[in-house]
């Protein structure tokens, strides 16, 4: 949903194709998982203090979910006030909006509650992503960690939602640097590079997700509802044309 409402408009008025390529890493298929777990290893006592159990997580070769998508507007809007609000806020709509609806008329998805689906499916309850914008020349880096409860840590109450990596005055915003972000992109196996549009990354899928899982889930629970639509892509080397 979010794909296709994030389509290029065109010069000529006509909406560009949609291009997503979806797929599962791990270690066996180049995951770099001493730098992944340099990443997640911070969060680990917090996860178990949320009510988040260590056996969600394999550390030993974790499986990752990546989404990316090609050519679409990426996340619009200001990326340091959480507190903004229409349709073309997609940064702060996707980051801090869930059940709140943003969307109107004939957007997809105007709930707002997709996206938590993002969490619910990783052992650590987190969302990575990497996004580019329109007719931008730079990325953005961030992540989120939404826990079923609130919780006690040595002493300290905490909210149960977290996000990564930085914190300026209150607000989180997102990593600019881009040699950290190359980090990110390399031991993710990114593949977008300066198409904008936005690289989503899933830690910890459950050990029995596979891909024709997750192919079958794809094409029973959403291609079958944009057959009309104008998307093509990739999912796990199985080309996806809806045209």
């Not at 992503?129 to 990325?139: G, H, I, L, N, S």
């Amino acid at each position: 949903q979010n794909v296709l409402d994030a389509r290029v408009k065109l010069p000529n008025g006509k909406i560009a194709m949609a291009n997503i390529e979806i797929r599962i890493i791990d270690k066996d298929s180049g995951l770099n998982v001493e730098e992944f777990n340099k990443i997640f290893d911070p969060l680990e006592n917090y996860l178990v203090a949320g009510g988040h159990p260590s056996k969600a997580r394999n550390f030993d070769n974790p499986k990752v979910l990546v989404l990316e998508e090609f050519n679409t507007v990426g996340l619009t809007g200001e990326v340091d006030n959480s507190r903004r609000h229409g349709e073309e806020e997609r940064w702060t709509n996707f980051w801090f909006s869930e059940g709140n609806p943003s969307k109107s008329g004939n957007s997809l998805g105007r709930k707002g509650e997709g996206k938590i689906t993002y969490h619910i499916i990783s052992g650590a309850r987190s969302v990575i992503a990497v996004t580019r914008r329109e007719r931008e020349d730079k990325d953005f880096l961030f992540g989120k960690c939404i826990l079923m409860e609130k919780f006690e840590y040595k002493g300290e109450y905490y909210m149960n939602h977290g996000y990564w990596p930085l914190i300026r005055d209150n607000q989180p915003v997102p990593e600019e640097d881009p040699a950290k972000i190359k980090k990110i992109k390399d031991i993710f196996g990114l593949k977008r590079t300066t198409e904008s549009g936005t690289s989503w990354i899933i830690p910890y899928l459950p050990q029995n997700y596979s891909e024709d899982i997750l192919i079958r889930e794809f094409v029973k629970d959403f291609f079958y509802s944009v057959l009309s639509e104008n998307i093509k892509g990739t999912i796990c080397g199985q080309r996806i044309d809806s045209s």
